[in-house]
């Protein structure tokens, strides 16, 4: 059984940047999408960027692009989310996503396998 482990939340100030990390266990994941998302309460899970797993093609909601950047480590089985920056709305709960296949879909109900979250906390 797969398992997905985030890390790398804290709080930080605005302008700051962090780097979360999701590491998996269980299974290797080098050919398989990998994405991060974030969710606020009482809101949608809302998608960030993905990364396919063979060629590392990457993707960007527009609202992230030239801020973040996602990428991946196979060997480490460990995908990445670098944050620049951070804005007081970027605070929220950071998920990351994976699925069975290298199929990159931009949508939460695409992936089936999901970390805990990590909080990270912009103040301004």
Same mark, same amino acid.
């Given at each position: 059984?797969?398992?997905?482990v985030?890390? &790398?939340?804290?709080?930080?100030?605005?302008?700051?940047?962090?780097?979360?990390?999701?590491?998996?266990?269980?299974?290797?994941?080098?050919n398989?999408? $990998?994405?991060?998302?974030?969710?606020?309460?009482?809101?949608?899970?809302?998608?960030?960027?993905? +990364?396919?797993?063979?060629? &590392?093609?990457?993707?960007?909601?527009?609202?992230?692009?030239?801020?973040?950047?996602?990428?991946?480590?196979?060997?480490?089985?460990?995908?990445?989310?670098? $944050?620049d920056?951070?804005k007081?709305?970027?605070?929220?709960?950071?998920?990351?996503?994976?699925?069975?296949?290298?199929?990159?879909?931009?949508?939460?109900?695409?992936?089936? +396998?999901?970390?805990?979250?990590?909080?990270?906390?912009?103040?301004?």
């Amino acid at each position: 059984q797969v398992q997905l482990v985030e890390s &790398g939340g804290g709080t930080v100030q605005a302008g700051d940047s962090l780097r979360l990390s999701c590491a998996a266990s269980g299974r290797t994941l080098s050919n398989y999408a $990998m994405a991060w998302f974030r969710q606020t309460p009482g809101k949608a899970r809302e998608f960030l960027a993905a +990364i396919s797993g063979r060629r &590392g093609r990457t993707y960007y909601a527009d609202s992230v692009k030239g801020r973040f950047t996602v990428s991946r480590d196979n060997a480490k089985n460990t995908a990445y989310l670098q $944050m620049d920056s951070l804005k007081s709305e970027d605070t929220a709960v950071y998920y990351c996503a994976s699925r069975y296949d290298d199929t990159v879909l931009l949508g939460d109900w695409a992936f089936s +396998i999901w970390g805990q979250g990590t909080q990270v906390t912009v103040s301004s």
